[in-house]
């Protein structure tokens, strides 16, 4: 069988153009979309991802502010400042980059961004909106994925899903979206005594654990779509996802790479949840 490689980076591309459309719409109407992300400490690779989001909302025409603050910040003086973005009417997207240091909690800092700005979809208010089949701002990560099933045509009604991982960021809201289009979806985990016996029946199979070869060619069922959310960084520097990637060519119908996969999808639905924050305050004020 040919493996077809879903360019994520192509898909990407397309979409962004469009979201730059749709961002200068709002901007002429007096909403230009806005996202600030917020940075605590020095983790490289958060400096990274900030980076590319910084490079992402200009390219798609997004107004977006980038504030660092010291490691040694304290959780009041970050709630602070989230509460000073939850007014600000320029702002429409509010992303604070995990992880953050010990001081402070993540639960604390996602809860206080104002629903409506938070376009990572983390808050339990967006979080129980998805639950409960009415998606608003859904996790960048698993709506990249969808939207790459999307632009492939591949069905899911009906069809064996299964989910490895169960985080709150990519696994659960994953599991959810697969659901609510009809999948039948297993959800796999560290837990899970024989995941091959699992990874076998998939029709659509999605690794998200962050581990190399978690998904090896003999658990894979001839001719289905596997998503390599995964991003591993081997010892000589290479990028690689949780498949064994070169193995399941072949095997698969289609397949994500990594990287050039899911990575720069998860990006541009960090755009397109920012540009229907603006679209969704500008509606609420018409
Ligand atoms: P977490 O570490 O939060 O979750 C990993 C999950 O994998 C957990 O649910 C864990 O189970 C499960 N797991 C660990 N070991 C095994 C195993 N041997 N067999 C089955 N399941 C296992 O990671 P994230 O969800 O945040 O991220 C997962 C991967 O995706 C990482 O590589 C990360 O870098 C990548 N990522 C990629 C993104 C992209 O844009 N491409 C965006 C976000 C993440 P348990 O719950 O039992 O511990």
């Known amino acids: 069988m040919q493996t077809r490689i ?3 980076a192509a898909l990407a591309r397309r979409l962004r153009s469009e979201l730059r459309d749709r961002a200068a719409e709002l901007t002429a109407r007096g909403y230009q979309p806005g996202l600030v992300a917020v ?3 020095e983790d490289p690779a958060s400096k990274v991802y900030v980076r590319t989001k910084m490079k992402a909302s200009a390219e798609v025409g997004l107004h977006s502010e980038h504030v660092e603050l010291p490691a040694a910040t304290t959780e009041t003086t970050l709630l602070e400042r989230i509460a000073g973005f939850n007014r600000d009417p320029r702002i429409h997207g509010i992303l604070v980059q995990l992880p953050l240091p010990p001081q402070i909690s993540a639960d604390n800092v996602l809860r206080a961004i104002a629903p409506e700005k938070d376009v990572d979809g983390f808050h339990p208010y967006n979080v129980g909106l998805l639950a409960t089949g009415r998606p608003r701002f859904v996790p960048c990560t698993p709506a990249g994925v969808m939207a790459m099933l999307a632009a492939e045509e591949i069905a899911l009604e009906g069809r064996e899903a299964v989910v490895i991982g169960r ?3 990519v696994g659960k809201p994953m599991a959810m979206l697969l659901l609510q289009k009809g999948a039948t979806v297993t ?4 837990k899970t005594r024989d995941l091959a016996v699992h990874t ?3 029709d659509v199979l999605v690794a998200a654990v962050g581990r190399p070869n ?3 060619e003999e658990m894979i069922k001839p001719g289905a779509v596997v998503v390599d959310v995964g991003i591993n960084r081997l010892p000589d520097g290479k990028l690689v996802g949780d498949v064994a990637f070169e193995s399941a060519l072949g095997k698969a119908s289609h397949i994500t790479p990594v990287p050039g996969g899911v990575g720069p999808m998860t990006v541009t639905m960090l755009m397109a949840n920012t540009v229907l ?3 969704l305050a500008s509606e609420s004020v018409s």
């Open 6 to 8: 879903i360019d994520g």
């Open 39 to 41: 940075r605590v400490g």
């Open 167 to 169: 985080s709150n960021i």
């Open 187 to 190: 959800m796999c985990h560290s």
């Open 200 to 202: 076998s029946r998939a």
């Open 214 to 216: 978690t998904v090896r």
């Open 277 to 279: 924050a603006a679209q």
